[in-house]
């Protein structure tokens, strides 16, 4: 892939974007910003070990976050306002993640897996209803 050296890529609000699955040979990224996408499939992304923090928030179109596991690295997850997610379930298997934002995820209803996430120190459920 050509981009083995990028560690940092902001796409906020472009919103014709669809499609990340050229980010799946981006080794060293560590920090990606999709809030506000039209991303539906990020399973790509699973590829991504040094990934670290992550912001999927506003991608109304995304339904599937278990495509992300495993993530070794992942310590921030934002989904807030990513309303067609319903299960979080997988993410308990993210054993580094200590931060994981749902606000508004309105479909969101079983959190007990998360219980399992022994790093989780901030969990963001704000307008939840």
Known sequence: ????????????????????????????????????????????????????????????SLTDVSVLVPCPSLHKLILSHCNKVTDVSALANCAALHTLKLSYCDRVTNLSALAGCAMLHTLDLSCIR
């Open 1 to 60: 892939a050509g981009c083995a050296a990028l560690h940092t890529l902001k796409l906020d609000r472009c919103e014709k974007l669809t499609d990340v699955s050229a980010l799946a040979g981006c080794p060293a990224l560590h920090t990606l910003i999709l809030k506000a996408t039209r991303v539906r499939d990020v399973s790509a992304l699973a590829g991504c070990a040094a990934l670290r923090t992550l912001d999927l928030s506003y991608s109304y």
